[in-house]
């Protein structure tokens, strides 16, 4: 490969793009080029412009002005297919695909090998086993798409953008949903491809992920260009400051406070919750669980650990079917949302667009929500105090934007969490559970989240805290439940744990493979 | 849990050797419905032969298909709308409106040709029309057949209140002209044109581009349009397959009755929606067949027949068991989605 990399080598150029939406500048003269055989990954918090200059890139948008060159020729898409013609293949964060239809179907779609004009199947099957071979993935090409992880459905989404003879293949976040296996994988398969001369657009929230894999980023900022970097050439630190535009302090603000207030309290040693032996077939094995009012238990453990389970058992999202559970000593059955909301219980959901925002409703409506109902339809709540509240809580949690009257749909990633926060913290519960709240958003808003449920602890709410990320986890729990095989290995205090312990804590005994048996 | 153990792996080739296919498919929303359906057929025709003096005769069996091939054309048609997740409750209007359209057609004295040609071009039109309104103007299917049903069924009345009997000697013969299969067994024109569609359909729905965008519009249709596929016209040209399905089961119907008659075929979009989500159809699309489709019809026709041969129980009881019957299936459809998800 060479070396000296000019606009003339570049695969995708493009100078001074300009998208402009009523009232908000997307993109601002943004300049971005991609080269062959390299991994170029785009930087920026949410809103940044990420999203949009993909969707220029793909044809889904067209430029308010500026010019994009494809291998040398100039190029302006209108429509999707357009830009997948000329060579430019996307694998959306969720996995567009046909969940009823074959693999191989998956694959071909649209592009299926006919013989005197009749599809021929096994022609279809053959190119798509070959397909998926090149990738090094062990899948019955006939098989429904629909039965296979989410992770093979991704790579299933990958082989279908490489036939497409893909000079340029953008992956938009396509790590969110998979463990740590899963993305060894994929990366495999990105290497493959950045072999072969593909140009990978890599796209990404974990800063870890993007410097094992990209060679080159583009860093963005309120819709303007930041600049471009080798990735060996810019250390982490810079690239975030880079990213959020100001001193990274927050966070280890927070863990200087966190290891004060362990000091401190740790805890009030009055029990809100406790659990025994609470279990629910299929889902996650017995556990005994309990949670001090002002504490903050982690939850840490691969994808498909039990983590959730547990968050939907305790949240009455799921009925539990062994077990009992006692709030402040008295015993309870969990058994629906309203049942745990009644007893101070909230739950966030992980699955923030399905199960916690409601898109085409306000942020004041979604905030109001869950009070509303805890209210009763016949009590309204003034449209005035809806407001006030709405507004209290946009200004609390720095909501952006600041307009209680937006629709929360047009909300970036991290503001849609902390609306949902809003939502649930304006129910005043004793009993806050947060599943992977920090999940998908920019790091500003992390870092606003976690300090959040810092100061929320010391005010006395007990949160149930999980996330992917074992650094969070640590840096906010005061005890740490490990999760395994749908199972809760250990709860352990944390202190001085480091994630190299977690992450042993978690693999431990992983050979026991007689136990998974056991749940099955 | 072993199974999501498995699904998370690339599974190697031995560990899905045959043990897990028979399984695979049983346990799949894509062929399971259909089995339980021919299991069904199968045990109730058993099951009648072992209950009624005559049943076990080839001519029992034809008869389903004589006096419900109009009905195969029919649920073909919804086949195709139903796949894509939509549906077409104008059908049975159309039915009554092509034939009217016929014996309104034969008695000006229009030869039998052109009277089948204008009625097809009619019923398909219709489609097409409710097809724009559904893509173009994103009304929801169920509204926009609604109100082609009204639509056709209101034409009936504007052709004729009164019924038109049909005398033109093609279409008598074509009522009256028996094929015989051996024996006694005989079948008539109206079932090949029947099974003639029913292979059709089999085939654009299996070997055209067209056939597996109608499945992947019921899979989804945001994945569909991502994926590049045509998904408006798409859309549209199942309306116009279907409104052309109703046209010749019109013109079979009529074949039938030798009538027109504004009254007739009411509720028979029911029937047809009933027999294909019985032959195994999902009625939120994306998995089915065709052939499903035409066994759910005659799973009907036996029920229909079963109760003639009790004798004692009034015909209505049909309706009770079609209901007991789809109530089942949507049970068991439901059941089958959710393992998956």
């Known amino acids: 490969?060479?070396?000296?990399?000019?606009?003339?080598?570049?695969?995708?150029?493009?100078?001074?793009?300009?998208?402009?939406?009523?009232?908000?500048?997307?993109?601002?003269?943004?300049?971005?080029?991609?080269?062959?055989?390299?991994?170029?990954?785009?930087?920026?918090?949410?809103?940044?412009?990420?999203?949009?200059?993909?969707?220029?890139?793909?044809?889904?948008?067209?430029?308010?002005?500026?010019?994009?060159?494809?291998?040398?020729?100039?190029?302006?898409?209108?429509?999707?297919?357009?830009?997948?013609?000329?060579?430019?293949?996307?694998?959306?964060?969720?996995?567009?695909?046909?969940?009823?239809?074959?693999?191989?179907?998956?694959?071909?779609?649209?592009?299926?090998?006919?013989?005197?004009?009749?599809?021929?199947?096994?022609?279809?099957?053959?190119?798509?086993?070959?397909?998926?071979?090149?990738?090094?993935?062990?899948?019955?090409?006939?098989?429904?798409?629909?039965?296979?992880?989410?992770?093979?459905?991704?790579?299933?989404?990958?082989?279908?953008?490489?036939?497409?003879?893909?000079?340029?293949?953008?992956?938009?976040?396509?790590?969110?949903?998979?463990?740590?296996?899963?993305?060894?994988?994929?990366?495999?398969?990105?290497?493959?491809?950045?072999?072969?001369?593909?140009?990978?657009?890599?796209?990404?929230?974990?800063?870890?992920?993007?410097?094992?894999?990209?060679?080159?980023?583009?860093?963005?900022?309120?819709?303007?260009?930041?600049?471009?970097?080798?990735?060996?050439?810019?250390?982490?630190?810079?690239?975030?400051?880079?990213?959020?535009?100001?001193?990274?302090?927050?966070?280890?603000?927070?863990?200087?406070?966190?290891?004060?207030?362990?000091?401190?309290?740790?805890?009030?040693?009055?029990?809100?919750?406790?659990?025994?032996?609470?279990?629910?077939?299929?889902?996650?094995?017995?556990?005994?669980?309990?949670?001090?009012?002002?504490?903050?238990?982690?939850?840490?453990?691969?994808?498909?650990?039990?983590?959730?389970?547990?968050?939907?058992?305790?949240?009455?999202?799921?009925?539990?079917?062994?077990?009992?559970?006692?709030?402040?000593?008295?015993?309870?059955?969990?058994?629906?949302?309203?049942?745990?909301?009644?007893?101070?219980?909230?739950?966030?959901?992980?699955?923030?667009?399905?199960?916690?925002?409601?898109?085409?409703?306000?942020?004041?409506?979604?905030?109001?929500?869950?009070?509303?109902?805890?209210?009763?339809?016949?009590?309204?709540?003034?449209?005035?105090?809806?407001?006030?509240?709405?507004?209290?809580?946009?200004?609390?949690?720095?909501?952006?934007?600041?307009?209680?009257?937006?629709?929360?749909?047009?909300?970036?990633?991290?503001?849609?969490?902390?609306?949902?926060?809003?939502?649930?913290?304006?129910?005043?519960?004793?009993?806050?559970?947060?599943?992977?709240?920090?999940?998908?958003?920019?790091?500003?808003?992390?870092?606003?989240?976690?300090?959040?449920?810092?100061?929320?602890?010391?005010?006395?709410?007990?949160?149930?805290?999980?996330?992917?990320?074992?650094?969070?986890?640590?840096?906010?729990?005061?005890?740490?439940?490990?999760?395994?095989?749908?199972?809760?290995?250990?709860?352990?205090?944390?202190?001085?744990?480091?994630?190299?312990?977690?992450?042993?804590?978690?693999?431990?005994?992983?050979?026991d493979e007689d136990e998974k048996d056991v749940v099955a | 849990m072993s199974n999501t153990v498995m699904e998370r792996l690339p599974a190697n080739a031995a560990t899905r050797g045959t043990l897990s296919a028979g399984r695979r498919i049983i346990t799949s929303p894509k062929y399971a419905p259909v089995l339980v359906t021919l299991g069904l057929f199968i045990a109730m025709f058993v099951s009648g032969g072992v209950r009624y003096d005559n049943f076990w005769s080839p001519q029992v069996l034809l008869n389903l298909f004589v006096d419900n091939a109009y009905l195969i054309v029919l649920a073909v048609g919804m086949t195709f709308v139903i796949l894509t997740g939509g549906i077409d409750l104008s059908v049975g209007s159309v039915i009554a409106l092509s034939a009217m359209i016929c014996a309104k057609l034969l008695e000006a004295g229009v030869p039998a040709a052109g009277v089948i040609a204008v009625t097809l071009v009619a019923t398909s039109l219709l489609g097409l029309g409710m097809g724009l309104m559904i893509h173009v103007f994103k009304v929801q299917p169920f509204i926009a057949t609604l109100a082609g049903m009204f639509l056709a069924r209101g034409l009936c009345y504007v052709i004729s209140e009164a019924s038109i009997s049909i005398n033109d000697p093609f279409f008598v013969s074509m009522a009256s002209t028996r094929i015989p299969l051996g024996g006694s067994a005989s079948i008539t024109i109206s079932v090949i044109i029947a099974l003639l569609v029913v292979a059709i359909a089999f085939y654009v729905l299996h070997y055209s581009r067209f056939g597996r965008t109608v499945y992947a519009l019921g899979g989804s249709e945001q994945s569909g349009t991502l994926m590049g596929l045509p998904v408006g016209r798409t859309k549209v040209l199942v309306y116009v397959v279907s409104g052309l399905c109703s046209g010749i089961s019109g013109v079979l119907y009529s074949f039938y009755t030798l009538s027109g008659y504004s009254l007739t075929a009411v509720g028979t979009e029911l029937d047809a929606i009933a027999a294909v989500v019985i032959g195994g159809t999902l009625l939120t699309g994306g998995y089915g067949f065709v052939l499903g489709s035409a066994l759910g019809v005659l799973v009907l026709g036996l029920i229909q027949t079963m109760i003639s041969y009790e004798g004692t129980l009034s015909s209505w009881w049909t309706r009770i068991f079609i209901g007991g019957l789809l109530l089942v299936f949507i049970v068991l459809q439901k059941v089958l989605t959710r393992r998956r998800n």
Request: charged share 25%; proline share 3%; hydrophobic share 45%.
């Open chain 1, 1 to 511: 490969m060479t070396q000296v990399l000019s606009p003339v080598d570049a695969v995708v150029d493009i100078v001074g793009v300009t998208m402009e939406f009523p009232g908000v500048m997307a993109l601002d003269c943004v300049d971005f080029r991609m080269y062959p055989g390299e991994v170029h990954s785009l930087m920026g918090e949410n809103g940044a412009g990420k999203s949009t200059l993909i969707k220029v890139l793909t044809g889904v948008y067209s430029a308010t002005a500026g010019d994009m060159h494809l291998a040398g020729s100039k190029v302006s898409f209108s429509t999707p297919a357009q830009a997948q013609d000329a060579g430019i293949s996307t694998v959306y964060q969720e996995v567009n695909l046909l969940p009823n239809l074959s693999v191989a179907e998956n694959i071909m779609l649209g592009r299926e090998p006919r013989r005197f004009g009749s599809l021929d199947w096994r022609a279809m099957r053959r190119r798509a086993a070959e397909l998926l071979e090149g990738l090094n993935l062990d899948i019955d090409p006939g098989s429904l798409l629909g039965s296979h992880s989410i992770a093979i459905q991704q790579l299933v989404a990958i082989a279908r953008a490489v036939d497409v003879n893909a000079t340029v293949l953008i992956l938009d976040e396509p790590t969110s949903s998979l463990d740590t296996d899963e993305v060894a994988e994929l990366f495999r398969v990105i290497r493959t491809l950045k072999e072969q001369g593909c140009a990978i657009l890599f796209v990404s929230h974990f800063l870890d992920q993007v410097y094992e894999i990209a060679d080159r980023l583009t860093i963005l900022r309120n819709g303007r260009l930041v600049g471009e970097y080798r990735t060996e050439e810019i250390l982490k630190i810079d690239l975030v400051q880079k990213m959020i535009g100001k001193e990274m302090a927050s966070f280890s603000e927070l863990e200087q406070r966190h290891r004060e207030s362990e000091e401190e309290i740790a805890g009030t040693g009055i029990p809100f919750l406790e659990a025994k032996g609470l279990g629910r077939r299929g889902a996650i094995r017995p556990v005994d669980f309990s949670i001090d009012e002002g504490e903050v238990v982690g939850l840490a453990g691969l994808l498909g650990s039990g983590r959730t389970e547990i968050a939907r058992l305790l949240g009455g999202i799921d009925r539990a079917d062994s077990g009992t559970s006692e709030v402040n000593g008295k015993a309870v059955k969990l058994t629906s949302p309203r049942k745990a909301l009644s007893k101070r219980i909230a739950f966030a959901s992980e699955d923030r667009r399905g199960e916690g925002i409601v898109g085409d409703l306000s942020v004041r409506d979604n905030i109001a929500l869950a009070l509303q109902i805890e209210r009763g339809w016949y009590r309204p709540i003034a449209p005035k105090r809806v407001t006030e509240l709405a507004q209290h809580y946009i200004d609390a949690l720095n909501i952006r934007p600041a307009d209680p009257h937006a629709l929360v749909r047009n909300l970036s990633g991290g503001n849609q969490q902390k609306v949902l926060l809003a939502r649930w913290l304006a129910v005043a519960p004793r009993l806050l559970i947060l599943d992977e709240p920090t999940r998908g958003i920019d790091i500003g808003a992390k870092a606003e989240i976690q300090k959040l449920v810092f100061n929320l602890a010391e005010n006395g709410m007990s949160v149930l805290y999980i996330s992917a990320e074992l650094e969070e986890v640590l840096r906010l729990s005061h005890r740490v439940g490990v999760m395994r095989d749908r199972h809760m290995v250990s709860m352990v205090e944390n202190d001085s744990l480091s994630v190299e312990d977690l992450l042993a804590l978690i693999a431990e005994g992983s050979e």
